[in-house]
Each structure stands twice: as C-alpha cells, then as structure tokens.
C-alpha cells in the first residue's frame, strides 16, 4: 500500500498524484480519463473503458491421454477465463474428435474453425459490449422454473431426457454468464457503466450459482422420481412437498430481482419449517428406496435459496 499527499489546487480543488507503474500499466498518460468510484469512506480509480480492439487471447491444451470430463473441464475453464481462441492438440486426435466437438457444442459461441489429424482450433466471436449478465440469469431462471414444474409430473411420465437436456441448456448459459461476469470483474469501466459495484457483481454471480444447482438438483430429482416406489396417496404427498420448495425457490428469487431485503429475511426464516416438512415426509416413507436420497436433494434446494437469501438482505433497493 503506498500513501499520498492531497495537495491543495486552486481555490477549489486538490490533487493526489498517481503512481508512475500504475499509469505505465494501464497505458495511460497525459490527458487520458480515469474514473472515480466514490464508495462510502473509499474512492477507486480505473482507467476508462478500452474502445481498441485487442488481440485475441490465444491458448494451447495438450489432450493427449485425458478422458472426456478432463477435456470438458479444461476447455469450459479456459473459456469462462476469456480465452478466444483455444487450441487443442493430441497424439490420438482422431479417436477423440467426434467427443471434443460434442463438448464444442456445449458451449455457447465457440466454434471449430480449424481441424487437422492432431489438433482442433476453436474460436469465438463474443463482444462483451453486446451481452448482458442479467438477460442470461433470467434466461437460466426461466428454465429452472419450468424444471422444477414438469419433474413434478415425473410419476406420470418418465420426464428425465427432457429435463436433463434444458438442464444443458442452463449450464450453456452459465458458462457465458460467468464468462461475461469475470470480464466486468476485470474491467471496472465496463461494469461501473452497467450498473454494477462489486458487491452487486458479487451477488449476482451467486445468484447464478445458486440457480445452476437448484436446476442440478431438480434434473436429479426427475430421475429418482421414476424410480421409486409410490403409490398414489404417497406420490400426492411428495408432489405436495416438492410444490411448497418449488414455491420457495421462486418467492427467493423474486427477492432477489426486486432488491426486497425485508422479504428475504421473512423467507430465511422458513427456512426450518422447510426442513421440517421433509422430515416429516421421511418419517412417514423411510421403507422406500430412493427416499433419503431425493429428500437430500430437496434440501440441497432449500440450502440454495437460503444461500442466496443471505446475500439480497445485504443488497441495497435500487
């Protein structure tokens, strides 16, 4: 941490003067514009967004000998890490090709533009400027929603392909969504002219996490639906718990769109009444297989919200 002097100019003003290796960095001099962040008992400096095109952010990933989920991993990584252009090479790139652009196509705005026997270059043609974080979590929010409604009518039809395919739909927005997030982070201009502090960046990306697991768990839910048990008095039963965390989940987001601190602390506090009724459920149907395991997921559900619950009752009304 380095300290400065305020020095009185004119009649006034007054002036701190900057570090030279911080202008340097930036690449920034004389006549150059920077903001000014005023938060309560601090002011953050940064340079003004960047209009130039830089170049693009190139990588290499040796794939030689990982199994799918590690090259999964590695290229979504390298993507939410803003990565344009990610290079893929592999002694055995033929065995591996048809995998690779499966994963390829997981993935929002990444394309294959070059393919040889030994690697696969991919590309994207995102402009940030263009996306906004917010239009993605309603989107992911949408489906989460329509998720949790039609694996509810799991006992009816086995509803899991379906289900698991808008559950790919989501992950595809998160993976832009939390891409487009570390970019703000990266760029204080870019998100101070968006509306977004830290502290709002900070909510929001939970947020987005929170709902990504909410859809995780509502796929797995739709599985294990199909698999129990139940006759028709304990399937009304679960429809009716699963229809109350259903409805839980939904009043906690829509705190969250609406800034309503007072009605998140309403909702953490049934938190345990929601604890509650699943043991109650688990009490009444524990000679079930598969009844533990899907009263988990419930209240992994229910950890969610309260998570994100936590967050909006320290989020300031717009």
């Given at each position: 941490?380095e ?12 002036v ?20 000014l ?17 830089s ?10 000998g ?9 290229l ?23 995998d ?10 990444l ?15 995102i ?22 409604s ?12 379906n289900?698991a ?6 992950n ?52 294990l ?16 718990l699963?229809s ?46 598969w009844?533990?395991?899907?009263l988990?997921k419930m ?20």
């Amino acid at each position: 941490m380095e300290y400065r002097k305020i020095i009185e100019f004119g009649k006034s003003s007054y002036v701190v003067s900057l570090p030279k290796p911080w202008l340097a960095e930036k690449n920034l001099g004389k006549g150059d514009t920077v903001y000014l962040d005023p938060d309560e008992d601090k002011i953050s400096i940064y340079p003004a967004e960047q209009k130039k095109v830089s170049e693009p952010k190139c990588i290499k990933i040796d794939v030689t000998g990982m199994t799918d989920k590690e090259i999964r991993l590695q290229l979504i990584s390298k993507y939410i890490r803003n990565f344009n252009e990610i290079t893929l090479v592999a002694d055995d790139m033929g065995k591996k090709a048809k995998d690779i652009r499966n994963i390829i196509h997981d993935i929002m705005a990444l394309e294959v533009v070059e393919e040889t026997a030994s690697r696969i270059v991919t590309r994207d043609f995102i402009n940030m400027e263009d996306i906004c974080p917010m239009s993605l979590l309603k989107k992911m929010d949408v489906i989460t929603r329509e998720m949790l409604s039609d694996s509810k009518n799991s006992f009816k039809a086995d509803k899991y392909e379906n289900i698991a395919e808008r559950d790919n739909d989501v992950n595809r927005l998160s993976y832009l969504f939390f891409r487009v997030m570390r970019y703000l982070q990266r760029n204080p201009a870019a998100a101070s002219k968006r509306g977004f502090t830290n502290d709002k960046l900070l909510t929001v990306w939970a947020a987005a996490v929170k709902m990504e697991s909410v859809a995780d768990q509502s796929k797995r839910l739709a599985k294990l639906m199909a698999r129990v048990k139940f006759n028709k008095s304990e399937q009304k039963q679960f429809v009716s718990l699963y229809s109350t965390i259903e409805r839980y989940y939904i009043d906690t987001i829509d705190a969250f769109y609406g800034h309503d601190s007072p009605k998140a602390f309403e909702l953490l506090l049934q938190k345990r009444r929601m604890i509650k009724l699943c043991k109650d459920f688990y009490r009444q149907n524990w000679n079930h297989e598969w009844v533990p395991i899907m009263l988990e997921k419930m209240k992994a559900i229910i950890a969610d919200c309260k998570s994100l619950l936590t967050y909006v009752c320290d989020m300031e009304p717009e």
